[in-house]
């Protein structure tokens, strides 16, 4: 398989880490987002949507949504790390602390948006910073409030196995704190689960700051 990615790509962070919890042998192209390379006609060909994650399976066919993709590998490699409970209320729940952050929190702070409101809405630097760290810190706040009120929550975040809500949580963790000024401190819960995760070498080998082209 191949991924088209990007080093600081949150959602190409969710994959990854997906992939490498199901075992899964790929190898990674990069997508330069901030230099525009998701624009690139050969590259709308993969994606029309000039996004990433990408993902290129051996017969072809090409994924995209960093959940879809998610969803497919749990299906395709089910006795592998299962990233969904059994039982239909867990997998609702795990399904619905995923989408905090990548359906609420995640879609106000891409690229595209953050263009847009830097410069056609003209926040300029200050004012998109301000919109990120409050949506970021937002997104943080809830799943705290959440996790430290649900007697589902263990030391992940449904029960003491991995799921897809914890890929979810830690990329958003990442966004947050290593992108948009958000200090972890302020969310205890939060902060004691991405803890956890950052011991799993599936979690730790897909931070952003070990990817290719990452700043050093």
Known sequence: ???YGFWR???AYRVRVALK???VTFSEEPVNLLGGEQHDPAYLKINPQGAVPALVLDDGQILSQSMAIMEFLEETYPGVTPLLPRDPTGRARVRALCHIGVSDSHPL????IRSY?????GLGD???AKWLNHWSAESLRIYNDRLSQESQTGIYCHGNELSMADIALASQVVGATGFFGCKLSDYPKVQNIF???CKVDAFEASLPKHQPGAPT
């Not at 702070?109 to 595209?112: N, S, Y």
């Not at 409101?117 to 809405?121: A, E, Q, V």
């Open 195 to 197: 803890d956890a995760l």
């Open 21 to 23: 919890l199901k075992g």
């Open 109 to 112: 702070v891409v690229p595209r």
């Open 126 to 128: 200050e004012g998109t």
């Open 117 to 121: 409101i830097s410069k056609d809405l």
């Open 9 to 11: 790509s949150l959602a």
């Open 1 to 3: 398989m191949k991924m």
